[in-house]
């Protein structure tokens, strides 16, 4: 009999091992990669994550510390329609709103975004990040969190300015939508950790990606109570009848080592793989493969398809370079990506 209790305890904990190992490759297994071409870069994801969720691998990554990062215009989404969206929103915000008197400085702003978009370039003016960012909190200065989260979802519905057949809420790149899948699938726990306003990347992802809105880092501006007006927060407390307004102060522009700042005061953990496209990401991708205690990766997104999107080649080779010479792994819209936003995307040239 107790040959026959301890045979039926052995079977028991094979069969739960089998089923756990199963279960740990599942998702890896039989998740399918619908908007790529086989490649490299997909390659090497797939590997990685095998690697990194299979137990007993000597990469095996606990689920608590599979952290993923991702900048959002030009790796998530669009970012050549011209340009970045949060520049085209203020632009439309200072010119075209009929809800708002501009000041002559803003204006000036807007105008500056207008021209540059002509050649689908940002203004190539020294500093222009942070002038963009100083005016958009202005612009945007005494509308509450709420107003302003539908302000801009509104602003989403309208159509991209050189695609036919596609919102702003639609301009998304579709493979990266798998890949953000494809990793939550598998236990990573994924941000967004971007140069624009934290609250429009909150109105734009969370819902196509399934994204939290504390999963969202971006830039922000000074927050206070309505009944405030200037008070240190200290020095104030919040009333009954307060909505909490965004302020014309910018507090951080979350670019380059900001990137990295903002991850360690609000994920607490070294990321251990990120995905980026720009200068304002090498930071980050530093940042999660220097000293890491896991196994971990960086990959940066070219944009160097002329057909389906708005891309400069002459750029795109220099940032190929760079990025090799960082040992950063490639990934290629024009190779790697079976489509863009699309099939019934097209491209106005």
């Given at each position: 009999?107790?040959k026959?209790?301890k045979?039926?305890?052995?079977?028991?904990?094979?069969?739960?091992?089998?089923?756990?190992?199963?279960?740990?490759?599942?998702?890896?297994?039989?998740?399918?990669?619908?908007?790529?071409?086989?490649?490299?870069?997909?390659?090497?994801?797939?590997?990685?994550?095998?690697?990194?969720?299979?137990?007993?691998?000597?990469?095996?990554?606990?689920?608590?510390?599979?952290?993923?990062?991702?900048?959002?215009?030009?790796?998530?989404?669009?970012?050549?329609?011209?340009?970045?969206?949060?520049?085209?929103?203020?632009?439309?915000r200072?010119?075209?709103?009929?809800?708002?008197?501009?000041?002559?400085?803003?204006?000036?702003?807007?105008?500056?975004?207008?021209?540059?978009?002509?050649?689908?370039?940002?203004?190539?003016i020294?500093?222009?990040?942070?002038?963009?960012?100083?005016?958009?909190?202005?612009?945007?200065a005494g509308?509450?969190?709420?107003?302003?989260?539908?302000?801009?979802?509104?602003?989403?519905?309208?159509?991209?300015?050189?695609?036919?057949?596609?919102?702003?809420?639609?301009?998304?790149?579709?493979?990266?939508?798998?890949?953000?899948?494809?990793?939550?699938?598998?236990?990573?726990?994924?941000?967004?950790?971007?140069?624009?306003?934290r609250?429009l990347?909150?109105?734009?992802?969370?819902?196509?990606?399934?994204?939290?809105?504390?999963?969202?880092?971006?830039?922000?501006?000074?927050?206070?109570?309505?009944?405030?007006?200037?008070?240190?927060?200290?020095?104030?407390?919040?009333?009954?009848?307060?909505?909490?307004?965004?302020?014309?102060?910018?507090?951080?522009?979350?670019?380059?080592?900001?990137?990295?700042?903002?991850?360690?005061?609000?994920?607490?953990?070294?990321?251990?793989?990120?995905?980026?496209?720009?200068?304002?990401?090498?930071?980050?991708?530093?940042?999660?493969?220097?000293?890491?205690?896991?196994?971990?990766?960086?990959?940066?997104?070219?944009?160097?398809?002329?057909?389906?999107?708005?891309?400069?080649?002459?750029?795109?080779?220099?940032?190929?370079?760079?990025?090799?010479?960082?040992?950063?792994?490639?990934i290629?819209?024009?190779?790697?990506?079976?489509?863009?936003?699309?099939?019934?995307?097209?491209?106005?040239?």
């Amino acid at each position: 009999m107790n040959k026959i209790k301890k045979l039926t305890i052995m079977i028991v904990f094979v069969f739960i091992l089998f089923i756990t190992i199963s279960c740990s490759q599942k998702n890896n297994k039989e998740f399918t990669f619908e908007a790529w071409n086989q490649s490299d870069s997909l390659n090497s994801l797939k590997q990685y994550v095998s690697d990194t969720t299979s137990e007993g691998s000597n990469k095996f990554i606990p689920k608590e510390d599979r952290i993923a990062v991702f900048d959002m215009d030009g790796t998530l989404y669009g970012e050549l329609f011209p340009e970045y969206l949060e520049y085209l929103m203020l632009e439309y915000r200072v010119l075209d709103d009929p809800t708002y008197n501009a000041s002559e400085e803003l204006k000036e702003v807007g105008m500056q975004i207008r021209e540059s978009g002509k050649t689908y370039s940002t203004p190539n003016i020294s500093g222009y990040d942070l002038i963009h960012a100083n005016a958009a909190a202005k612009a945007y200065a005494g509308m509450t969190v709420n107003e302003f989260t539908n302000y801009t979802k509104e602003f989403l519905k309208k159509d991209v300015k050189c695609f036919k057949n596609m919102t702003y809420k639609e301009a998304f790149y579709k493979p990266m939508i798998e890949v953000v899948t494809y990793l939550q699938q598998n236990d990573f726990t994924t941000y967004v950790v971007s140069g624009s306003d934290r609250f429009l990347c909150r109105a734009l992802v969370c819902d196509t990606l399934n994204i939290p809105e504390s999963q969202v880092i971006g830039m922000d501006v000074k927050l206070e109570g309505t009944s405030q007006n200037g008070k240190s927060g200290l020095d104030y407390q919040f009333l009954n009848t307060d909505e909490l307004v965004r302020t014309d102060e910018l507090v951080i522009k979350n670019l380059k080592m900001n990137k990295v700042a903002l991850i360690a005061k609000e994920i607490g953990k070294q990321p251990v793989i990120s995905f980026g496209n720009s200068s304002g990401d090498i930071s980050m991708h530093v940042y999660t493969t220097t000293k890491n205690k896991y196994e971990s990766k960086a990959y940066m997104l070219v944009a160097d398809d002329t057909i389906r999107d708005h891309a400069k080649i002459e750029e795109a080779n220099k940032r190929q370079k760079m990025w090799n010479d960082y040992g950063f792994n490639i990934i290629s819209m024009k190779n790697d990506f079976k489509t863009i936003y699309g099939e019934k995307v097209e491209i106005i040239n």
